[in-house]
């Protein structure tokens, strides 16, 4: 049944009502992120498969690695995620003004992880780890030097897309601010706060796995 | 069931329902924007014909006589890609899924109407990259842009054509997650899985494929960008990157495309075989579970384009394994469209005619593709011309057969005119004398082992090549004259009522054209799909359709 | 079907946060240690813990449809694949020199 009392403006004409036309985009959403999934796992299988080749040169240029900038930005980023639940859980209820709060909150958090990602890319440059003719990596061990490149290719590709997704994300969350500031999410009507909920809380989800596989699982090794 | 109006000219239509430039540009009308799909592809399908005009004449001698061998590979470079990327991927699809999908399941439009006009702003501008690539000066490292030469050697504009094919990726990913959200979500009442169309189960198939590997090709080709543009390494050997692992993310996603090609042509060729027999498709739930079965298995069988390239014997084997497998939901289609014909009422209507050489060259396609399937027969016909004509007769003998049976049957609902019925079968019966002639003999030619790719050729091929080149003279009359015909009927045809072939489905019980919104009032559907024999039956609306009618 | 009569409250989310923090902090501290082979192992079994918390809770998986549950777990079950038949490959080209006879 169509409910009268809502903003009519929110409806498109060809849903049966907001519960219907939110159900789908709901769907629709995660299909998207579905597309995401694979998108990641193509450079997570190219990353698995030159591990397995090459690991020594694999583990010299994991320890390479700044842990601690990497924590702080895991730390950070699940802030965001917090922060990004919570303005979905206001606007939800129809609380403009905390909604605004956490979604600058969030806003805040992204770009700290993206300074933090830039301090370290700056690193690499000045170290020489950027792929390509500059490339020059101090080796001893059993390993051809250009393999340490073909990681530093693919962390950079990784962390590079996925920091360019923090970079969609963070223009979305000034777009909700803009609506949210001009009252357009009500009770009723929410569903863009929540969308782009999903796509934080998703882009959060690669960075959990980029974490562990670029900076963690081969720092103790003793290659 | 509503009343068959007559006088289909005097009601609003999504055509007459708004004029001039700006209302088709920005339209978010799911039936506008197949007709602006439509008008698109089939300018990318002239262009990649006219490519494979040049490749035709090249190849009438031996001797490289007409262009450069850099020219060459050029030409089927962008042969390839134009008609992949730009006419088959979103053929059916884009055109007729857009069209199509919405009004068989008795909704207003697809789930996300805006996301569907961007997807085919976004496949233009892809399309305008290509084309970018395509005028300065060409792209030759072939459709499948293999590493290290795109990577490394190759000096044509192929950062141009990568980004243009990513962001037509982008369309398909778009197209693909509306049909899917729409059938699930948008379903009249009353329509139940079971009673879809299974046009819409093809199309739901496809779908999966988009969403599921396109992505992959996606960051493939940013890795290709990456490596060409900075140098990475990741596909260079020089670096100890490997350049297969670029063929093995490009076909996780490119061998699922020519399901995407191919699944939806046999959703068009259920829907005619039941039309025009007047029967429900034997085994409905088997060709239903089929689209859904090749599109699964699709994903298991990407290496066996690779046997030759260096990967292990053993993934050797467990690849061509798998590839038998995809033979058994396909014959399973094939089969069952054979016995819907058996006691079938069957006339020859054009999109008829269609469908049979669609069964005939599919199999003829799909059996050279077991064999191929086979590491001892590939290892022996590997790029040879017996590849090309397996995959012509697929792609061309499949989906632009398909595409054309579509087109045909489904002209009437689009534009509420009749095509010239001589014509459209003269021309069907060109198409297919002219495609066999084109094809078969490469097939030949493959076996006795002439390469793909060259632009010259030993002597003694002369004649098979001849005879090719004959037949595709021959295919491009009869390409040419649907054209010319078509249009013709715009103004000139009959108007064709709103529903010609008594068929049954949803989207024929609205007038022809339909309505902005497709029905006046959302449907309830208390049939099956197929319900020829309620819709014949004494008393039911068929009349004189000269089909044999109990009573 | 799409009732959300189980709604997160805030108190979940926090204490989703609280977990994430300490799985993060155990995370980091095992990769101090030199496991082995056990590391890899250990930091994405924890990464996975991660990912299903975020998964379920934030992205409110546990309160979605059948339909959306099946979508994530084909992607992923794709994705396996993909990894699975590409190592399928890579992890036995060196066997097929032990099928040479003179070798």
Redesign the interface.
Same mark, same amino acid.
């Given at each position: 049944m169509p409910d009268n009392q809502v903003a009519t403006q929110d409806l498109k004409h060809h849903f049966a009502d907001l519960e219907h036309q939110k159900a789908t985009s709901t769907f629709g959403m995660w299909i998207f992120l579905i597309t995401e999934i694979m998108f990641f796992g193509g450079a997570f299988a190219a990353y698995l498969v030159y591990r397995l080749y090459y690991f020594n040169a694999w583990v010299a240029g994991s320890q390479t690695m700044e842990i601690k900038l990497g924590a702080i930005n895991t730390v950070v980023l699940i802030c965001s995620s917090l922060t990004m639940v919570l303005s979905v859980h206001f606007a939800k209820l129809g609380k403009r003004k905390l909604t605004a709060i956490c979604l600058l909150l969030t806003l805040l958090l992204g770009c700290t992880f993206l300074g933090v990602k830039a301090v370290e890319y700056h690193g690499h440059w000045m170290h020489h780890e950027v792929p390509g003719p500059n490339f020059h990596f101090e080796h001893e061990g059993n390993y051809d030097p250009h393999q340490v490149m073909i990681f530093f290719s693919l962390y950079f590709a990784m962390t590079g897309l996925h920091a360019l997704h923090m970079i969609i994300g963070a223009g979305l969350l000034i777009w909700l601010l803009i609506f949210n500031a001009r009252g357009r999410f009500t009770p009723e009507y929410n569903t863009p706060v929540e969308m782009v909920g999903l796509y934080w809380h998703f882009v959060d989800l690669v960075w959990i796995y980029l974490f562990p596989l670029l900076y963690l699982i081969s720092h103790s090794h003793n290659g | 069931m509503e009343t068959i109006s007559h006088t289909s000219q005097a009601k609003p239509n999504y055509l007459n329902a708004d004029y001039g430039l700006k209302s088709w540009l920005l339209t978010t009308d799911h039936k506008r924007i197949g007709i602006l799909y439509l008008i698109s592809i089939s300018v990318f399908f002239v262009l990649g014909g006219f490519f494979a005009m040049l490749i035709r004449l090249e190849l009438l001698t031996p001797a490289g006589d007409l262009v450069l061998a850099d020219t060459y590979n050029k030409l089927f470079t962008m042969h390839g890609v134009v008609m992949i990327f730009l006419f088959l991927l979103p053929a059916i699809p884009s055109v007729f899924g857009n069209f199509l999908v919405p009004m068989m399941v008795g909704a207003k439009d697809l789930a996300f109407p805006k996301l569907n006009l961007a997807s085919w702003y976004i496949f233009m501008i892809g399309a305008g990259f290509i084309m970018y690539s395509v005028i300065t000066g060409g792209l030759d490292t072939g459709w499948t842009f293999y590493t290290p030469y795109s990577t490394t050697y190759s000096n044509s504009n192929v950062v141009a054509a990568a980004l243009g094919v990513f962001i037509t990726g982008f369309s398909s990913i778009f197209t693909g997650l509306n049909i899917i959200v729409t059938v699930h979500r948008m379903r009249a009442p009353g329509l139940t899985w079971r009673r879809l169309p299974l046009f819409i189960w093809a199309h739901y198939a496809t779908s999966v494929i988009m969403v599921l590997g396109t992505p992959v090709l996606a960051v493939t080709i940013v890795l290709v960008a990456l490596e060409r543009l900075f140098h990475f390494g990741i596909f260079d050997a020089r670096y100890g990157g490997d350049p297969l692992l670029f063929q093995h993310l490009f076909w996780f996603y490119s061998h699922p495309a020519v399901y995407i090609m191919i699944l939806p042509a046999m959703g068009v060729i259920s829907e005619c075989i039941a039309c025009f027999s007047r029967k429900r498709v034997f085994g409905y739930d088997f060709v239903a579970m089929s689209s859904i079965a090749i599109a699964v298995l699709g994903f298991l069988v990407w290496a066996h384009h690779m046997y030759v390239a260096g990967i292990s014997t053993y993934a050797a084997l467990i690849f061509s394994l798998l590839t038998f497998f995809v033979a058994i939901p396909s014959a399973v289609k094939v089969f069952n469209w054979t016995a819907t014909l058996y006691k079938g009422s069957i006339t020859f209507e054009t999109p008829m005619l269609y469908v049979f050489a669609f069964i005939g060259l599919f199999t003829i396609g799909g059996l050279t593709g077991v064999f191929l399937a086979a590491v001892g027969i590939d290892l022996h016909v590997t790029d040879t011309y017996f590849v090309v004509a397996h995959f012509h007769y697929v792609m061309v003998g499949g989906t632009v057969t398909a595409f054309l049976a579509a087109l045909h049957f489904w002209w009437p609902k689009m534009t509420g005119k009749m095509y010239p019925e001589n014509f459209s079968k003269a021309s069907a019966l060109l198409v297919f004398i002219g495609f066999n002639l084109t094809f078969f003999p490469q097939f030949l030619l493959g076996y006795l082992g002439m390469p793909r790719r060259y632009h010259a050729y030993p002597a003694e091929f002369q004649v098979l090549n001849v005879l090719s080149t004959a037949g595709a003279s021959i295919l491009a009359v009869g390409f040419l004259m649907p054209m010319i015909y078509l249009a013709w009927s715009l103004q000139y045809g009959k108007d064709a009522g709103d529903n010609p072939w008594h068929a049954a489905g949803l989207e024929w019980k609205t007038s022809s054209p339909p309505p902005t919104f497709n029905f006046d009032e959302t449907p309830t559907v208390t049939w099956e799909a197929y319900n020829y024999d309620e819709i014949d039956a004494p008393g039911g609306p068929t009349h004189n359709k000269g089909v044999e009618v109990a009573g | #079907? @799409?009732s959300h009569a189980h709604h997160p409250t805030?108190k979940t989310?926090?204490a +989703?946060?609280i977990a994430?923090?300490v799985l993060?902090a155990v995370? +980091?501290y095992? $990769?101090?240690?030199?496991? &082995?082979p056990l590391?890899?192992i250990v $930091?994405?079994t !924890?990464?996975t813990v991660?990912?299903l918390l975020?998964?379920l809770?934030? #992205?409110e998986l546990r309160y =979605?449809?059948a339909?959306?549950k099946v &979508?994530?777990t $084909? $992607? !992923?079950f794709?994705?396996l !694949?993909?990894?699975w038949?590409?190592? =399928?490959?890579?992890?036995?080209? &060196?066997? @097929?020199s032990y099928?040479h006879p003179f070798h």
């Open positions: - | - | #079907m @799409s805030v989310f926090v +989703v946060w994430l923090l993060t995370t +980091v095992v $990769a101090t240690l030199d496991l &082995g590391n890899p $930091a994405l !924890i990464a991660k990912a975020v998964l809770f934030f #992205m =979605s449809t339909l959306t &979508g994530v $084909a $992607a !992923i794709f994705l !694949i993909l990894i038949l590409t190592l =399928s490959d890579y992890l036995t080209r &060196g066997w @097929s099928i």
